[in-house]
């Protein structure tokens, strides 16, 4: 075995579709196609992250060898349709009918031998046609199955001693979860273990849209679990230790399920119910193993920050890496490292940051900072300026460098403020259109970590806000926003080597009488996706109504902001 020749292109055109680009051993390049489009969760084939990533490739002579696509079975109706599927998939109810058409389809192809590859083969014409219009030729082409990409993605954070890759989501290709070594899983659950389908259906029937799990999660610490756990657990059978439901859902049997409920006691319910089937089924995985373990987790359902701190305190779980863009979003990532390992029967360097998009010229800077028409300067420290409002009571927003690859904003599009001020939570709640129950995140350099987050029974990477932890009291004193109703916080950790911009703010507080954490939230109105360009961080600064943005080296500030 040995390395391609050139670059990889990974591509993922289904719900949160994008690109990645590994080269000679390491993800060089990763962008969702959400971020340029404006569209959150954007799908379809992702053609103008497409267009950033073969920038980005040209500009540094890189070439690119084959590209390795996300998605062997179940995809050609969606292809073939790409104008109204990239149109009306991140509306859809999954309760719909084109969505229940959809996943019908592609969870019972794979078990069509024969269908399933004309199937599969049809379904690659149109992603080779598009691929062939952006590269000027036709290229190698690898398919990757869903969870086998998941799987690539999460072996991303390095495997580690006694790896055990766990991959869970709502569908796909016919599974929701996977469990096993780096080469390959020996457990596979079905889709009717749909503890990721039931999370999301609740979701929806509690009026909320798909993809606001992460809102349910906010709502369950207000809750009874006791008043609702118990008919989220009757839907589900345990036989030899599978999980499955034992009838479809649909709207008419949530509707029912969720009579009398509050709001708080559903999500309550809800979160422990995922919590137990999801932690009793990787128990077993980590006993049978018999020894202590490096957990290794991607898939939607590891976007719960709660479940992934239940499960790092599973006995046998020696360290816990979940892929910072866990669900679908990071399945080009995933597809492009599946096919490097295939080449090289090792896998890539780890993944050290997930700043992988795009950067802007101070040229393309300036130019959208002069046509904002808000007041700016040159600073010769926009670290230790930044600092200084912070500590006056200001909101400081960063675009910094390239574009974060995930749902996190981890500090190179960031909105900060001082957790010492009164008030300022509901105004950035207000501001943004936030939901005033969903939790702030805290960041804080690696040195007060120890301190102020006391010591996880396992080994966790709290570098990107994928775990949470329990808050010791000097921190629920110090960073009350950043620390939920349960006692938990779901935590931004920097290195000295972690995003610069950040860090130097974390740097330059205690000189001022500071605190020793900030609240890090992402810099994106509500339903938007985070900024990407200059001009989208300028507009939401200027609608957001705050004091201060710092791009480059150059810090504009807004109407009302002191001088």
Partial sequence: MRAPEGAILGLWDGHESGVAIL????????????RPARRKRASGFPTLALAKALDFAAARRIPISEVALAGRWGRAPLRLLEPWYAASDPHRSPFSLSSRLVRAWENHLPKLPIGREFEGRLGLLPVLHRLTAALGRRPPLRVVPHHAAHAASALLGGIGDAPLVVTWDAYGEGAAATAGPPDGPDRVLPVTAGVASLYGGVTVALGFKEGDEGKIMGLACRGDPAASRD???????????VPELTRPLTPGRLRRLLDGLSLEDAAAGLQEATEQIAEGWIRARVEARGGPVRLLLAGG???????????????????????????????????AHAAWMDHVGAPADAVRSMALGVEHSAAQVEQAVR?????WRRVADPGAAAAARLMGGQVVCLHSGRDEFGPRALGHRSILFSPRVPGLPERINEALGRDGFMPFAPVLAAEEAGRLLGSPPADLDLSTMTVAVDATEPFRGTCPAAVHLDGTTRPQVVPKDGPARVRRILEALPGLGGPPALINTSFNLHGEPIVHTPGDALRTFSRAGFEALYIGDLEIRGPHAPR
Wanted: hydrophobic share 50%; glycine share 12%.
């Fill in 231 to 241: 008919r989220f657990l009757a839907l589900f059978r345990i036989r030899q230790g």
């Fill in 23 to 34: 080269w000679d051993g390491a993800l060089v390049f990763a962008l969702s196609e959400e």
């Fill in 371 to 375: 046509a904002a028409g808000l007041p």
């Fill in 301 to 335: 359902l590891f976007a719960n920050v709660r479940l992934n701190q239940r499960l790092s305190r599973i006995p046998g779980v020696r360290s816990l890496y979940v892929f910072p863009n866990m669900g679908d979003g990071g399945l080009a990532a995933g597809a």
